[in-house]
């Protein structure tokens, strides 16, 4: 179980090392499609935890699901930002509960894979 | 069969992991570059507020300085004018008043007052032109400000010239009857005209004559048209 987290965990450092390396500057404007793509990459990596925790893991599906949601979280946020529609928001409270939702079931699943439950 | 499976599996199990492991790669990069643009846009933002504030609010205090300044100037500007135009008026009320009494005095305009009007009838045409002069001396001496004589203003260029059954004044004739009307104070006037042994009696002791003199609240004697000078000018810087 231990090794199966080492390189996730390993790639997640190598990431934060390249963001801090690189530098990458992004014009304000596009700031808040990032974040809003951030949130939907995360959304798609506990996604990700918790179908491997249910054993129903399914990488293709989760790499579609992950570039997919990033991307068109993205995009939502720009057709919201032309049409005057703060779609933003509705990403945001799209991924976000799904996230909490996500983090909840991980947290049960690592309880019950545990016996601590 | 089973090492196969297996084997399949932990390749399998391998490519996840690496898969889910690229992911997380990208998912930390996204991090620390949000991380770091979010930071440093929310502190160019204070900054810039900060700063930019502060620059604008200088600027507009500067701003705000330089029109009150404007304002002030164009305060002393427009007191200045009105001050000048109240001056220019008043110097002009000022020239006005003095050419108005110069006119009188030069006997160019029309002027009322109270007075005195002598109305002598000289049937014989014996008078002369110095006996009106000796009426006009009579009047000036007691005070009269205006004198005419048959509508003809008595002025300082006047003179009187004996003509063949009239007399000349102005460059007009005057006969009998004469109308002499003097403005001032018609006590004094008419004490001066009928002093005893003065003109009064001096004309009413002349044969044919007739001499009338009454006091008049309202004498009305007209202007004379300013002459044209054509030998006189004033020296200048005097």
Not at chain 1, 85 to 94: G, N, S, T
Request: some cysteine.
């Amino acid at each position: 179980m231990g090794r199966l987290y080492l390189l996730p965990i390993l790639g997640l450092l190598i990431g934060v090392i390249l963001g801090l390396v690189l530098r990458v500057d992004i014009p304000s404007v596009y700031v808040p499609y990032l974040g809003i793509a951030l949130l939907a990459a995360l959304d798609s990596a506990f996604g990700g935890l918790r179908a491997s925790l249910e054993g129903k893991f399914n990488d293709k599906l989760f790499i579609s699901g992950f570039f997919g949601n990033t991307l068109m979280a993205a995009f939502i946020v720009y057709i919201g930002d032309r049409l005057g529609i703060p779609l933003y928001l509705a990403a945001v409270v799209a991924f976000g509960v799904r996230l909490f939702q996500n983090l909840a079931l991980i947290r049960r699943l690592i309880f019950q894979s545990r016996g601590w439950g | 069969m089973r090492t196969n499976i297996f084997h399949l599996r932990r390749i399998q199990s391998k490519r996840m992991e690496i898969t889910i492991a690229i992911i997380c790669t990208i998912i930390g990069f996204l991090l620390v570059t949000q991380f770091r643009v979010q930071g440093v846009l929310s502190r160019k933002l204070m900054e810039l507020s900060e700063q930019d504030l502060g620059q604008i609010i200088r600027e507009l205090n500067v701003e705000i300085d330089a029109l009150h300044r404007e304002v002030t100037g164009m305060r002393i500007q427009s007191y200045k004018y009105r001050r000048e135009t109240a001056d220019k008026q008043a110097i002009l009320d000022e020239a006005a008043r003095n050419l108005e009494d110069l006119r009188i005095v030069a006997g160019f305009t029309r002027v009322q007052g109270n007075g005195i009007q002598i109305l002598i009838a000289d049937k014989e045409g014996i008078l002369n032109e110095h006996d009106i002069l000796e009426i006009i001396q009579e009047l000036r001496a007691a005070g009269a400000e205006g004198i005419s004589i048959n509508d003809q203003r008595v002025v300082a260029r006047s003179a009187l010239e004996k003509r063949e059954g009239y007399i000349r004044m102005n460059g007009k004739r005057i006969q009998s009857p004469y109308a002499i009307k003097a403005i001032g104070n018609p006590e004094i006037l008419y004490q001066a005209v009928t002093l005893p042994g003065g003109i009064k009696d001096a004309l009413d002791s002349l044969e044919g004559i007739s001499f009338r003199i009454t006091k008049e609240s309202k004498v009305i004697l007209p202007g004379l048209s300013p002459p044209k000078y054509r030998y006189i000018a004033p020296i200048k810087g005097e």
